[in-house]
């Protein structure tokens, strides 16, 4: 997280940000707050960090694997930054705006109905009007109000995560230990992570699936693109997570720029990016999947730009797999 000012001016704010996580899981804990509980599964997928930990790579890893098997789906999702109120179910074609772009992108890619609102009440909307089987819930960790049948936890890897600060000193939603109320932990890193809690821990990584020319969608070669150049956009919470996927991709990075997290483009951004990337002298200007809904609606330049697509890969997926159904299937709710 970039921070405007340093550390101790923060502090404070962070105490007293601590303090009010601190009285609410109280109160869930000691059953002192309303919980609802949905007659069927639910899997929450959600983070510490406050954006840019990878939830959606996740949440579509989850679809396909479910989807796989025959399970109908529903997906619950706050709809940040959405342009419209109430619960609203996305389930064919329509505006982005009214759903957020990460909505809007998980429909897009798995056509899975996914419901916005506030997260509770579009839990209850969903199990009753579309009867899934399962209901995953997109950013959930936080929101205990509604009750889940496994709670997992994204966040980065555990040597950027153990000495981190809570909002607004930090990037911290709540405080890492906190983790100790989640079913399964995974941890963007590519080694076995090692972590000080009692909880199942998986390490995970963003693997560049496919690269499309924009809008025509034509697929390029993956091999080939190691010999350009790319002038890197996006709007992104973790913007370094990009860059450093790039690199490990083989990707020649000759420039980049990042705006603030769920970013709307207006044609004057995306002329002057057009603009920088011609000078940085990059073949390609590049983006992500959910940067390109956002894209939408704006005159694309007369130059080649390539939206990167990921998928996440999770370290002995197979264990993953049986651990989170074994918890799912044993309909325990926190």
């Not at 109908?72 to 619960?87: F, K, P």
């Not at 199990?127 to 889940?148: C, I, S, T």
């Not at 936890?153 to 230990?177: C, F, H, M, T, Y």
Request: proline fraction near 5%; charge should be positive; aromatic fraction near 12%.
């Amino acid at each position: 997280m970039l921070n405007l000012f340093p550390h101790p001016i923060w502090l404070p704010f962070s105490w007293l940000f601590r303090l009010g996580v601190a009285i609410k899981n109280y109160l869930y804990d000691h059953k002192l707050l309303p919980v609802y509980r949905a007659p069927i599964p639910v899997i929450s997928v959600g983070g510490l960090e406050a954006g840019g930990s990878g939830k959606t790579p996740v949440l579509l890893a989850l679809i396909r694997y479910f989807s796989n098997r025959g399970t109908t789906l529903a997906v619950v999702s706050r709809g940040y930054q959405r342009q419209s109120e109430g619960i609203r179910c996305l389930k064919e074609e329509a505006d982005w705006r009214g759903f957020g772009d990460e909505a809007y992108l998980v429909w897009q890619k798995t056509h899975v109905p996914v419901v916005v609102g506030k997260k509770w009440r579009a839990a209850q909307w969903a199990a009753e009007n579309l009867a899934p089987d399962l209901l995953l819930v997109d950013d959930g960790f936080q929101h205990r109000k509604l009750a889940r049948t496994v709670d997992l936890v994204i966040s980065s890897e555990w040597d950027s995560q153990k000495d981190e600060r809570l909002l607004p000193a930090g990037n911290l939603r709540e405080p890492v230990k906190n983790v100790r109320r989640a079913h399964i932990w995974l941890l963007r890193q590519r080694k076995n992570p090692k972590v000080p809690y009692d909880l199942p821990a998986f390490s995970f990584s963003y693997e560049l699936s496919r690269a499309r020319l924009w809008p025509d969608r034509r697929e390029l070669e993956l091999s080939a693109l190691k010999q350009k150049g790319f002038f890197l956009f996006a709007g992104l919470g973790l913007p370094k997570n990009f860059l450093e996927s790039a690199k490990r991709w083989e990707l020649s990075v000759v420039g980049s720029y990042f705006m603030p997290d769920h970013h709307s483009y207006v044609q004057s951004e995306l002329d002057w990016l057009v603009e920088k990337s011609r000078a940085a002298g990059a073949d390609f200007l590049a983006t992500t999947e959910k940067d390109a809904v956002r894209l939408s609606g704006l005159a694309l330049p007369d130059y080649s730009l390539v939206v990167l697509e990921i998928e996440c890969k999770i370290e002995g997926e197979d264990y993953f797999f049986r651990k989170l159904e074994d918890r799912l299937f044993g309909r325990t709710f926190v």
